[in-house]
Protein backbone atom coordinates (compact mmCIF):
# COMPACT_ATOMS: atom_id res chain seq x y z
CA UNK A 1 0.00 0.00 0.00
CA UNK A 2 2.90 2.40 0.28
CA UNK A 3 3.09 2.67 -3.63
CA UNK A 4 -0.75 3.50 -3.19
CA UNK A 5 0.04 6.25 -1.05
CA UNK A 6 3.29 7.41 -3.26
CA UNK A 7 1.04 7.47 -6.86
CA UNK A 8 -1.88 9.08 -4.91
CA UNK A 9 0.48 11.97 -3.78
CA UNK A 10 1.81 11.63 -7.14
CA UNK A 11 -1.10 12.18 -9.22
CA UNK A 12 -2.78 14.94 -7.00
CA UNK A 13 1.01 16.92 -7.30
CA UNK A 14 1.86 16.58 -10.97
CA UNK A 15 -1.72 15.46 -12.71
CA UNK A 16 -1.70 19.33 -14.35
CA UNK A 17 1.97 19.09 -15.84
CA UNK A 18 3.16 15.58 -15.39
CA UNK A 19 3.28 13.67 -18.75
CA UNK A 20 0.92 10.99 -20.10
CA UNK A 21 3.47 8.26 -19.32
CA UNK A 22 3.71 9.39 -15.41
CA UNK A 23 0.00 9.63 -15.56
CA UNK A 24 -0.19 5.98 -16.40
CA UNK A 25 2.38 4.56 -14.00
CA UNK A 26 0.37 6.62 -11.27
CA UNK A 27 -3.12 4.99 -12.70
CA UNK A 28 -1.73 1.69 -13.18
CA UNK A 29 -0.84 1.12 -9.49
CA UNK A 30 -4.40 2.36 -8.70
CA UNK A 31 -6.07 -0.16 -10.33
CA UNK A 32 -3.93 -2.89 -9.56
CA UNK A 33 -4.35 -1.89 -5.78
CA UNK A 34 -8.15 -1.45 -6.50
CA UNK A 35 -7.86 -5.25 -7.90
CA UNK A 36 -6.23 -6.62 -5.04
CA UNK A 37 -8.79 -5.11 -2.12
CA UNK A 38 -11.12 -2.39 -3.39
CA UNK A 39 -13.04 -1.38 -0.46
CA UNK A 40 -9.69 -0.73 1.33
CA UNK A 41 -7.89 1.39 -1.53
CA UNK A 42 -10.98 3.03 -2.33
CA UNK A 43 -11.34 4.72 0.85
CA UNK A 44 -7.72 5.85 0.39
CA UNK A 45 -9.04 7.19 -2.56
CA UNK A 46 -11.51 9.08 -0.74
CA UNK A 47 -9.45 10.43 1.27
CA UNK A 48 -6.79 11.96 -0.59
CA UNK A 49 -8.85 14.34 -2.32
CA UNK A 50 -7.44 12.74 -5.69
CA UNK A 51 -11.54 12.55 -7.02
CA UNK A 52 -11.50 16.61 -7.80
CA UNK A 53 -8.52 15.99 -9.53
CA UNK A 54 -10.18 13.45 -11.97
CA UNK A 55 -12.86 15.93 -12.96
CA UNK A 56 -10.35 17.81 -14.80
CA UNK A 57 -8.04 15.17 -16.20
CA UNK A 58 -11.58 13.69 -17.56
CA UNK A 59 -11.11 14.88 -21.12
CA UNK A 60 -11.19 13.39 -24.58
CA UNK A 61 -7.55 14.63 -25.52
CA UNK A 62 -6.48 12.84 -22.98
CA UNK A 63 -4.45 9.25 -23.63
CA UNK A 64 -5.36 8.78 -19.35
CA UNK A 65 -9.12 9.15 -19.80
CA UNK A 66 -9.77 5.55 -20.34
CA UNK A 67 -7.87 4.52 -17.31
CA UNK A 68 -9.19 7.67 -15.55
CA UNK A 69 -12.70 6.12 -15.84
CA UNK A 70 -11.93 2.49 -15.18
CA UNK A 71 -10.54 3.85 -11.45
CA UNK A 72 -13.72 5.74 -11.01
CA UNK A 73 -15.83 2.69 -12.80
CA UNK A 74 -14.22 0.24 -9.99
CA UNK A 75 -14.23 3.19 -7.13
CA UNK A 76 -18.05 3.13 -7.96
CA UNK A 77 -18.55 -0.41 -7.52
CA UNK A 78 -18.79 0.48 -3.67
CA UNK A 79 -21.91 2.34 -2.18
CA UNK A 80 -19.99 4.52 -0.22
CA UNK A 81 -18.07 5.70 -2.61
CA UNK A 82 -20.80 7.01 -5.29
CA UNK A 83 -21.65 10.24 -2.94
CA UNK A 84 -18.02 10.94 -3.67
CA UNK A 85 -17.94 10.48 -7.17
CA UNK A 86 -21.10 12.87 -7.41
CA UNK A 87 -19.58 15.43 -5.39
CA UNK A 88 -16.56 15.54 -7.03
CA UNK A 89 -18.45 16.59 -9.91
CA UNK A 90 -17.73 13.30 -12.25
CA UNK A 91 -21.13 13.18 -13.86
CA UNK A 92 -20.70 15.95 -16.40
CA UNK A 93 -17.49 15.19 -17.84
CA UNK A 94 -18.12 11.51 -17.80
CA UNK A 95 -21.70 12.29 -20.01
CA UNK A 96 -19.38 14.58 -22.23
CA UNK A 97 -16.91 11.67 -22.99
CA UNK A 98 -19.92 9.15 -24.23
CA UNK A 99 -19.52 11.71 -27.28
CA UNK A 100 -16.36 10.29 -28.24
CA UNK A 101 -14.92 7.92 -30.41
CA UNK A 102 -12.65 5.79 -28.50
CA UNK A 103 -14.29 2.43 -27.92
CA UNK A 104 -12.25 1.93 -24.63
CA UNK A 105 -13.20 5.37 -23.43
CA UNK A 106 -16.68 4.92 -24.03
CA UNK A 107 -16.42 1.72 -22.52
CA UNK A 108 -15.45 2.65 -19.21
CA UNK A 109 -17.20 5.91 -19.29
CA UNK A 110 -19.99 3.57 -19.29
CA UNK A 111 -19.38 1.77 -16.38
CA UNK A 112 -18.59 4.08 -14.54
CA UNK A 113 -21.54 6.23 -15.12
CA UNK A 114 -23.77 2.88 -14.41
CA UNK A 115 -21.64 1.87 -11.01
CA UNK A 116 -22.29 5.60 -9.85
CA UNK A 117 -25.89 5.89 -10.57
CA UNK A 118 -26.82 2.05 -9.87
CA UNK A 119 -29.84 1.67 -7.80
CA UNK A 120 -30.40 5.43 -7.67
CA UNK A 121 -33.76 6.79 -9.61
CA UNK A 122 -32.28 10.69 -8.80
CA UNK A 123 -29.22 9.91 -10.49
CA UNK A 124 -30.58 8.36 -13.28
CA UNK A 125 -33.07 10.98 -13.88
CA UNK A 126 -30.05 13.50 -13.95
CA UNK A 127 -28.82 11.07 -16.88
CA UNK A 128 -31.72 11.22 -18.64
CA UNK A 129 -31.93 15.03 -18.30
CA UNK A 130 -28.62 15.30 -19.32
CA UNK A 131 -29.57 13.50 -22.86
CA UNK A 132 -27.62 10.28 -22.36
CA UNK A 133 -30.48 8.35 -23.97
CA UNK A 134 -30.35 9.54 -27.95
CA UNK A 135 -26.17 9.54 -27.07
CA UNK A 136 -26.23 5.53 -25.98
CA UNK A 137 -29.03 4.50 -28.54
CA UNK A 138 -26.83 6.57 -31.26
CA UNK A 139 -23.82 4.59 -29.64
CA UNK A 140 -25.80 1.06 -30.00
CA UNK A 141 -26.04 1.41 -33.52
CA UNK A 142 -22.69 2.85 -34.58
CA UNK A 143 -21.07 0.21 -31.93
CA UNK A 144 -23.32 -2.70 -32.45
CA UNK A 145 -19.84 -5.20 -33.69
CA UNK A 146 -18.51 -4.62 -29.98
CA UNK A 147 -20.07 -7.22 -28.03
CA UNK A 148 -18.58 -5.43 -24.70
CA UNK A 149 -20.03 -1.53 -25.84
CA UNK A 150 -23.18 -3.21 -26.56
CA UNK A 151 -23.45 -5.11 -23.41
CA UNK A 152 -22.99 -1.81 -21.44
CA UNK A 153 -25.74 -0.01 -23.47
CA UNK A 154 -28.22 -2.77 -22.27
CA UNK A 155 -27.89 -2.79 -19.29
CA UNK A 156 -27.71 0.73 -18.97
CA UNK A 157 -31.11 0.82 -20.92
CA UNK A 158 -32.59 -1.43 -18.94
CA UNK A 159 -31.72 0.43 -15.49
CA UNK A 160 -33.06 3.58 -17.45
CA UNK A 161 -35.78 1.80 -18.82
CA UNK A 162 -37.74 1.09 -15.25
CA UNK A 163 -37.90 5.39 -15.05
CA UNK A 164 -40.71 6.46 -16.15
CA UNK A 165 -39.45 9.48 -17.43
CA UNK A 166 -37.35 7.51 -19.45
CA UNK A 167 -39.60 6.01 -21.91
CA UNK A 168 -40.88 9.68 -23.26
CA UNK A 169 -37.10 9.95 -24.72
CA UNK A 170 -36.66 6.41 -25.66
CA UNK A 171 -39.99 6.51 -27.53
CA UNK A 172 -38.13 9.85 -30.04
CA UNK A 173 -35.17 7.45 -30.92
CA UNK A 174 -34.93 4.26 -32.98
CA UNK A 175 -34.24 2.20 -29.98
CA UNK A 176 -36.76 -0.30 -31.24
CA UNK A 177 -35.25 -1.00 -34.81
CA UNK A 178 -31.70 -1.20 -32.87
CA UNK A 179 -33.06 -3.66 -30.31
CA UNK A 180 -34.90 -5.76 -32.93
CA UNK A 181 -31.83 -5.89 -35.15
CA UNK A 182 -29.50 -6.46 -32.34
CA UNK A 183 -31.67 -9.32 -30.93
CA UNK A 184 -32.03 -10.77 -34.71
CA UNK A 185 -28.31 -11.48 -34.87
CA UNK A 186 -28.18 -13.29 -31.50
CA UNK A 187 -27.75 -16.95 -30.72
CA UNK A 188 -27.12 -17.26 -27.19
CA UNK A 189 -29.75 -17.32 -24.79
CA UNK A 190 -28.09 -15.18 -22.40
CA UNK A 191 -27.63 -12.63 -24.85
CA UNK A 192 -31.32 -12.53 -25.80
CA UNK A 193 -32.20 -13.11 -22.18
CA UNK A 194 -30.44 -9.50 -21.70
CA UNK A 195 -32.19 -7.96 -24.96
CA UNK A 196 -35.47 -9.00 -23.45
CA UNK A 197 -35.26 -7.10 -20.11
CA UNK A 198 -34.84 -4.08 -21.95
CA UNK A 199 -37.87 -4.49 -24.30
CA UNK A 200 -40.42 -5.04 -21.22
CA UNK A 201 -40.36 -2.17 -19.53
CA UNK A 202 -39.91 -0.18 -22.95
CA UNK A 203 -42.78 -2.14 -24.46
CA UNK A 204 -44.98 -0.92 -21.58
CA UNK A 205 -45.09 2.55 -24.02
CA UNK A 206 -47.82 2.59 -26.43
CA UNK A 207 -45.52 4.15 -28.93
CA UNK A 208 -42.79 2.04 -28.33
CA UNK A 209 -45.59 -0.76 -28.77
CA UNK A 210 -45.89 0.57 -32.37
CA UNK A 211 -42.25 0.98 -33.17
CA UNK A 212 -41.26 -2.90 -32.40
CA UNK A 213 -44.30 -4.17 -33.73
CA UNK A 214 -43.23 -2.11 -36.84
CA UNK A 215 -39.54 -2.48 -36.57
CA UNK A 216 -40.45 -6.47 -36.97
CA UNK A 217 -40.35 -7.59 -33.30
CA UNK A 218 -43.23 -10.07 -33.13
CA UNK A 219 -41.84 -11.75 -36.34
CA UNK A 220 -38.91 -12.82 -34.18
CA UNK A 221 -41.25 -14.00 -30.89
CA UNK A 222 -43.14 -16.34 -32.88
CA UNK A 223 -40.32 -17.87 -34.16
CA UNK A 224 -38.89 -18.31 -30.50
CA UNK A 225 -42.63 -19.83 -29.41
CA UNK A 226 -42.14 -22.32 -32.50
CA UNK A 227 -38.16 -23.41 -32.14
CA UNK A 228 -38.83 -23.47 -28.25
CA UNK A 229 -42.83 -24.74 -27.76
CA UNK A 230 -41.72 -28.80 -27.98
CA UNK A 231 -39.02 -28.52 -25.68
CA UNK A 232 -38.06 -29.64 -21.89
CA UNK A 233 -34.62 -27.80 -21.30
CA UNK A 234 -34.98 -24.87 -19.06
CA UNK A 235 -33.35 -22.09 -21.14
CA UNK A 236 -36.54 -23.11 -24.03
CA UNK A 237 -38.92 -22.92 -21.50
CA UNK A 238 -37.93 -19.82 -20.39
CA UNK A 239 -37.63 -18.15 -23.43
CA UNK A 240 -41.30 -19.33 -24.55
CA UNK A 241 -42.65 -18.05 -21.34
CA UNK A 242 -40.45 -15.02 -21.77
CA UNK A 243 -41.37 -14.61 -25.79
CA UNK A 244 -45.60 -15.02 -25.23
CA UNK A 245 -45.71 -12.35 -21.95
CA UNK A 246 -44.28 -9.78 -24.66
CA UNK A 247 -46.24 -10.60 -27.41
CA UNK A 248 -49.07 -10.02 -25.43
CA UNK A 249 -47.45 -6.95 -23.80
CA UNK A 250 -47.47 -5.59 -27.38
CA UNK A 251 -51.31 -6.24 -27.86
CA UNK A 252 -52.17 -3.98 -25.02
CA UNK A 253 -51.31 -1.44 -27.61
CA UNK A 254 -54.77 -0.08 -29.15
CA UNK A 255 -52.33 0.84 -32.57
CA UNK A 256 -50.56 -2.24 -32.46
CA UNK A 257 -53.06 -4.56 -31.26
CA UNK A 258 -55.31 -3.27 -34.48
CA UNK A 259 -52.41 -3.80 -36.52
CA UNK A 260 -51.37 -7.29 -35.62
CA UNK A 261 -55.24 -7.74 -35.82
CA UNK A 262 -55.73 -6.33 -39.99
CA UNK A 263 -59.31 -7.21 -39.79
CA UNK A 264 -59.12 -10.69 -38.44
CA UNK A 265 -56.98 -11.21 -41.71
CA UNK A 266 -53.56 -10.77 -39.97
CA UNK A 267 -51.13 -13.62 -40.21
CA UNK A 268 -49.99 -12.86 -36.87
CA UNK A 269 -53.56 -13.09 -35.30
CA UNK A 270 -53.96 -16.18 -36.98
CA UNK A 271 -50.88 -17.85 -35.36
CA UNK A 272 -51.64 -16.32 -32.28
CA UNK A 273 -55.13 -18.25 -31.90
CA UNK A 274 -53.59 -21.01 -32.64
CA UNK A 275 -51.71 -20.93 -29.15
CA UNK A 276 -54.71 -21.82 -27.30
CA UNK A 277 -54.88 -25.78 -28.88
CA UNK A 278 -51.32 -26.05 -28.07
CA UNK A 279 -50.38 -28.34 -24.96
CA UNK A 280 -48.24 -25.89 -23.05
CA UNK A 281 -49.86 -24.01 -20.57
CA UNK A 282 -47.37 -21.18 -21.02
CA UNK A 283 -49.20 -20.96 -25.06
CA UNK A 284 -52.61 -21.37 -23.76
CA UNK A 285 -52.43 -18.90 -21.80
CA UNK A 286 -50.51 -16.46 -23.74
CA UNK A 287 -53.16 -17.13 -26.29
CA UNK A 288 -56.40 -16.43 -24.22
CA UNK A 289 -54.91 -12.98 -22.75
CA UNK A 290 -53.72 -12.27 -26.51
CA UNK A 291 -58.19 -13.03 -27.83
CA UNK A 292 -58.88 -11.01 -24.69
CA UNK A 293 -56.40 -8.12 -26.01
CA UNK A 294 -57.88 -8.09 -29.44
CA UNK A 295 -61.21 -8.22 -28.15
CA UNK A 296 -60.83 -4.96 -26.98
CA UNK A 297 -62.80 -3.30 -29.96
CA UNK A 298 -66.40 -4.14 -30.32
CA UNK A 299 -65.49 -4.83 -34.14
CA UNK A 300 -62.85 -7.86 -33.62
CA UNK A 301 -65.50 -9.14 -30.91
CA UNK A 302 -68.37 -9.85 -33.22
CA UNK A 303 -65.46 -10.88 -36.09
CA UNK A 304 -63.94 -13.43 -34.19
CA UNK A 305 -66.87 -14.58 -32.37
CA UNK A 306 -68.82 -14.87 -36.12
CA UNK A 307 -65.76 -16.90 -37.18
CA UNK A 308 -65.74 -19.83 -34.36
CA UNK A 309 -63.60 -18.13 -31.79
CA UNK A 310 -65.93 -18.84 -28.61
CA UNK A 311 -66.13 -22.98 -29.19
CA UNK A 312 -62.27 -22.81 -29.27
CA UNK A 313 -62.12 -20.61 -26.00
CA UNK A 314 -64.73 -23.15 -24.20
CA UNK A 315 -62.67 -26.29 -25.35
CA UNK A 316 -60.01 -24.42 -24.14
CA UNK A 317 -61.97 -24.23 -20.13
CA UNK A 318 -63.14 -28.13 -20.69
CA UNK A 319 -59.59 -28.89 -20.71
CA UNK A 320 -58.79 -27.08 -17.20
CA UNK A 321 -62.35 -28.16 -15.26
CA UNK A 322 -61.17 -30.85 -13.25
CA UNK A 323 -57.92 -29.48 -11.64
CA UNK A 324 -57.33 -27.20 -14.35
CA UNK A 325 -54.58 -24.36 -14.31
CA UNK A 326 -56.04 -21.54 -12.94
CA UNK A 327 -54.40 -19.14 -14.75
CA UNK A 328 -55.13 -20.32 -18.12
CA UNK A 329 -59.21 -20.30 -16.70
CA UNK A 330 -58.49 -16.77 -15.71
CA UNK A 331 -57.28 -15.54 -19.26
CA UNK A 332 -60.15 -18.01 -20.81
CA UNK A 333 -62.86 -16.34 -19.04
CA UNK A 334 -61.31 -12.78 -19.54
CA UNK A 335 -61.44 -13.90 -23.16
CA UNK A 336 -65.05 -14.87 -23.14
CA UNK A 337 -66.25 -11.68 -20.99
CA UNK A 338 -64.63 -8.95 -23.53
CA UNK A 339 -66.26 -10.97 -26.40
CA UNK A 340 -69.43 -10.91 -24.82
CA UNK A 341 -69.44 -7.18 -24.42
CA UNK A 342 -71.37 -5.94 -28.28
CA UNK A 343 -74.92 -6.40 -27.94
CA UNK A 344 -75.06 -8.32 -31.07
CA UNK A 345 -72.63 -11.19 -29.62
CA UNK A 346 -74.89 -12.03 -26.62
CA UNK A 347 -77.54 -14.38 -28.23
CA UNK A 348 -75.32 -15.77 -30.20
CA UNK A 349 -72.60 -16.98 -27.18
CA UNK A 350 -75.48 -17.50 -25.05
CA UNK A 351 -76.81 -20.26 -27.51
CA UNK A 352 -73.44 -21.68 -28.03
CA UNK A 353 -73.79 -22.93 -24.31
CA UNK A 354 -70.85 -20.04 -22.77
CA UNK A 355 -73.43 -19.79 -19.37
CA UNK A 356 -73.34 -23.74 -19.16
CA UNK A 357 -69.32 -23.96 -20.16
CA UNK A 358 -68.73 -21.05 -17.65
CA UNK A 359 -70.83 -22.28 -14.88
CA UNK A 360 -68.98 -25.22 -14.64
CA UNK A 361 -66.27 -23.31 -12.67
CA UNK A 362 -68.56 -22.53 -9.74
CA UNK A 363 -67.12 -24.69 -7.51
CA UNK A 364 -63.96 -22.63 -7.52
CA UNK A 365 -62.44 -21.18 -4.48
CA UNK A 366 -59.74 -18.94 -6.48
CA UNK A 367 -61.11 -15.32 -6.41
CA UNK A 368 -59.73 -14.31 -9.77
CA UNK A 369 -61.60 -17.29 -11.32
CA UNK A 370 -64.53 -16.23 -9.61
CA UNK A 371 -64.47 -12.90 -10.18
CA UNK A 372 -64.25 -13.06 -14.03
CA UNK A 373 -66.91 -15.88 -13.81
CA UNK A 374 -69.36 -13.29 -12.40
CA UNK A 375 -68.58 -10.44 -15.10
CA UNK A 376 -68.59 -13.01 -18.01
CA UNK A 377 -72.07 -14.06 -17.19
CA UNK A 378 -73.06 -10.42 -15.79
CA UNK A 379 -72.04 -9.10 -19.66
CA UNK A 380 -73.96 -12.37 -21.15
CA UNK A 381 -77.42 -11.71 -19.63
CA UNK A 382 -77.65 -7.75 -19.93
CA UNK A 383 -80.49 -6.86 -21.87
CA UNK A 384 -81.02 -10.69 -22.23
CA UNK A 385 -84.27 -11.48 -20.13
CA UNK A 386 -85.13 -15.01 -21.21
CA UNK A 387 -81.36 -15.98 -19.93
CA UNK A 388 -81.60 -13.84 -16.98
CA UNK A 389 -84.64 -15.70 -15.72
CA UNK A 390 -82.88 -19.56 -16.47
CA UNK A 391 -79.95 -18.37 -14.62
CA UNK A 392 -82.27 -17.33 -11.61
CA UNK A 393 -83.81 -20.46 -11.32
CA UNK A 394 -80.40 -22.40 -10.95
CA UNK A 395 -80.28 -22.87 -7.62
CA UNK A 396 -76.46 -23.62 -6.85
CA UNK A 397 -75.84 -20.20 -9.04
CA UNK A 398 -77.81 -17.97 -6.32
CA UNK A 399 -76.43 -20.30 -3.53
CA UNK A 400 -72.55 -19.56 -4.36
CA UNK A 401 -73.90 -15.92 -5.44
CA UNK A 402 -75.71 -15.45 -1.91
CA UNK A 403 -72.11 -17.03 -0.26
CA UNK A 404 -69.87 -14.60 -2.50
CA UNK A 405 -72.00 -11.34 -1.52
CA UNK A 406 -70.33 -11.81 2.09
CA UNK A 407 -66.56 -12.89 0.57
CA UNK A 408 -65.75 -9.49 2.89
CA UNK A 409 -61.89 -10.65 1.94
CA UNK A 410 -62.26 -10.57 -2.05
CA UNK A 411 -63.96 -6.84 -2.51
CA UNK A 412 -64.21 -7.44 -6.36
CA UNK A 413 -65.72 -10.65 -5.83
CA UNK A 414 -68.48 -9.21 -3.53
CA UNK A 415 -68.97 -6.74 -5.45
CA UNK A 416 -69.22 -8.39 -9.16
CA UNK A 417 -71.68 -10.52 -6.67
CA UNK A 418 -73.86 -8.09 -5.96
CA UNK A 419 -74.15 -6.44 -9.36
CA UNK A 420 -74.99 -9.85 -10.81
CA UNK A 421 -77.53 -10.42 -8.42
CA UNK A 422 -79.22 -7.24 -8.91
CA UNK A 423 -78.93 -7.23 -12.96
CA UNK A 424 -80.73 -11.18 -12.35
CA UNK A 425 -83.35 -9.53 -11.15
CA UNK A 426 -83.67 -6.44 -12.96
CA UNK A 427 -83.41 -8.62 -16.10
CA UNK A 428 -85.68 -11.17 -15.28
CA UNK A 429 -89.21 -10.38 -15.67
CA UNK A 430 -89.71 -13.39 -12.95
CA UNK A 431 -89.14 -13.78 -9.34
CA UNK A 432 -85.77 -14.52 -9.05
CA UNK A 433 -85.65 -16.63 -5.63
CA UNK A 434 -86.59 -15.21 -2.25
CA UNK A 435 -83.08 -16.34 -1.22
CA UNK A 436 -81.68 -13.82 -3.83
CA UNK A 437 -83.98 -10.94 -3.22
CA UNK A 438 -84.61 -10.78 0.21
CA UNK A 439 -80.77 -11.45 0.44
CA UNK A 440 -78.74 -8.14 2.46
CA UNK A 441 -76.45 -8.24 -0.30
CA UNK A 442 -79.09 -7.04 -2.74
CA UNK A 443 -79.93 -3.31 -2.03
Same mark, same amino acid.
Given at each position: ??????????????????????????????????????????????????????????????????? /??? *?? %??? @?? &???????? +?? $? #? =????????????????????????????????????????????????????????????????????????????????????????????????????????? /??? *?? %??? @?? &???????? +?? $? #? =???????????????????????????????????????????????????????????????????????????????????????????????????????????????????????????????????????????????????????????????????????????????????????????????????????????????????????????????????
Amino acid at each position: MDNLSDALKKLKITAVDSTADSLEGCLDCLLQALAQNNTETSEKIQKSGILQVFASLLTPQSSCTAK /IAN *VI %AEV @AK &NEFMRNPC +VD $A #G =LIPPLVQLLNCKDQDVLLQTGRALGNICYDSHTLQSQLINMGVIPTLVKLLGIHCQNSALTEMCLVAFGNLAELESSKEQFAYTNIAEELVKLFKKQIEHDKKEM /IFE *VL %APL @AE &NDIIKLQL +VE $A #G =LVECLLEIVQKTVDSDKEDDIAELKTASDLMVLLLLGDESMQKLFEGGKGSVFQRVLLWILSNSHQLQLAGALAIANFARNDGNCIHMVDNGIVQKLMDLLDRHVEDGNVTVQHAALSALRNLAIPVVNKAKMLSAGVAEAVLKFLRSEMPPVQFKLLGTLRMLIDAQAEAAEQLGKNVKLVERLVEWCEAKDHAGVMGESNRLLSALIRHSKSKVSDSCKNHKAVQ
